[in-house]
Nanobody, 124 residues
Framework: QVQVVESGGGLVQAGGSLRLSCAVS????????MGWFRRAPGKEREFVAA????????YYADSVKGRFTVSRDNAKNTVYLQMNSLKPEDTAVYYC?????????????????WGQGTQVTVSS
């Protein structure tokens, strides 16, 4: 059984940084593309970032491009989301997802396994 577990959320002031981690167990981590999504209060879940199986290609939503960096360590079965220059509008529950498909990485339906989410709150 595949398990996806996020960690690293918290409260930070605007302009600050956080690094989220997502550990995957129960299957071969390097077989999965990995995505990060978020859901802000009263809003739909939205794509944040994704990374291919080897880590050689990354993808970002326009709203986070230049501020967030997604990376992975296949030896540690972990994907990371480094978030810099955080803004109050980044406040959301952040979800990590793992999937077999290699296209349409911005779509939630592409992913097969999801974590429970970690709260990120950015104060102004």
């Amino acid at each position: 059984q595949v398990q996806v577990v996020e960690s690293g959320g918290g409260l930070v002031q605007a302009g600050g940084s956080l690094r989220l981690s997502c550990a995957v167990s129960g299957s071969t981590f390097s077989n999965y593309v990995m995505g990060w999504f978020r859901r802000a209060p009263g809003k739909e879940r939205e794509f944040v970032a994704a990374i291919n199986r080897s880590g050689s290609s990354t993808y970002y939503a326009d709203s986070v491009k230049g501020r967030f960096t997604v990376s992975r360590d296949n030896a540690k079965n972990t994907v990371y989301l480094q978030m810099n220059s955080l803004k109050p509008e980044d406040t959301a529950v952040y979800y990590c997802a793992a999937g077999w498909r290699t296209t349409a990485l911005f779509r939630p339906g592409t992913y097969d396994y999801w974590g429970q989410g970690t709260q990120v709150t950015v104060s102004s």
